[in-house]
Every structure is written in structure tokens, then in C-alpha cells.
């Protein structure tokens, strides 16, 4: 169970790295992103997250709502 975990929190991190590469915001994950693209509309956004909502259901939303509890972590850890 440790090494799951660590798996766990690696991919997460490398996916955060990978959405700032991209320009998004640190913190943030790809999946998270592409969840509020879509909920405005925007075409990508709704292409990634019918992909992933068919392997994981809910995958966006649950991203958005796992972002954004990492960063009221964060601010937390930081006061």
C-alpha cells in the first residue's frame, strides 16, 4: 500500500509539471484543467474529458474538486 501511494503522488506530480509546462497553473493537474475548459465550453476541454470519463467516470470533475482541495492544502501548509 506504501508503494501505491508513492506511485500515486509521483504521477500527480509529474502531471502538475506537465500542466505548467503546458501553461497551466501550478498546482493544478491536466485533468483538473481540461474539467473547467469544458464546463466553459471550449472544444479540447470536452475531448479530453470524454476520454476520461470513459476509462475513469467523473474524472474531470472529481480533478477539479482534488485541485482545488490541494490548494487550500497548500495555503494551509504555508501560513
Known sequence: MKHY??????LIGLDE???TLLGGAP???????AG????????????LCYLLNKI??????????????GRHKESLEIE
Open 5 to 10: 501511494r508513492y506511485l500515486q503522488n509521483l
Open 56 to 69: 475513469d467516470k467523473n474524472h474531470c470533475q472529481k480533478a477539479i474538486e482534488n485541485d482545488a482541495v
Open 36 to 47: 473547467r475548459a469544458a464546463r466553459d465550453g471550449r472544444v479540447w476541454g470536452r475531448f
Open 17 to 19: 509539471f506537465a500542466n
Open 27 to 33: 498546482g493544478d493537474t491536466i485533468s483538473g484543467r
